[in-house]
């Protein structure tokens, strides 16, 4: 009888500890795909687009980026050659929607400079993600919002 064993209040307290421990993990599981899948997005179209502006600049020929809300789709043009290794469309992925209406940025040869500096608004389940471009340069800001 000098045996001690735990109470029914600390056997449940443990659980409730572990069970915690356990599924916070879970629980943040979505959110940190959903960031991962943004981040990579933002990643593959500063890409696309650096390569599309650089050609411009050093080709000295205007290339061209198209905003196709319908398709959730950014397509990069080479206008003057069919089937430019740089040509290309970036998908949205399938948690992310494009607001904004059908735009065709150009990009001017030798400076890069864009024709239109329309904003590129990209939403999320959580988030509100808008690409600015600067008046008379080709450069561009990333701003992210929570929803």
Not at 118 to 137: D, E, H, N, Y
């Amino acid at each position: 009888m000098n045996e001690r064993g735990f109470t029914l209040l600390e056997t449940i307290l443990v659980m409730m500890v572990v069970s915690g421990m356990v599924l916070f993990p879970i629980m943040i599981i979505p959110q940190i795909r959903e960031q991962t899948e943004i981040n990579q997005f933002l990643s593959k179209w500063e890409t696309q687009y650096h390569s599309i502006q650089q050609y411009a600049i050093f080709y000295d020929e205007f290339t061209t980026m198209v905003t196709l809300p319908d398709s959730d789709t950014i397509a990069f043009r080479v206008p003057t050659q069919s089937e430019h290794i740089l040509e290309g469309d970036l998908i949205l992925p399938s948690n992310m929607n494009l607001i904004s209406s059908s735009v065709t940025y150009r990009i001017k040869p030798k400076t890069g400079i864009l024709s239109t500096i329309k904003a590129i608004k990209i939403t999320s389940p959580t988030k509100t993600i808008l690409i600015k471009f600067q008046m008379g340069s080709g450069k561009y800001t990333i701003e992210k919002f929570e929803r």
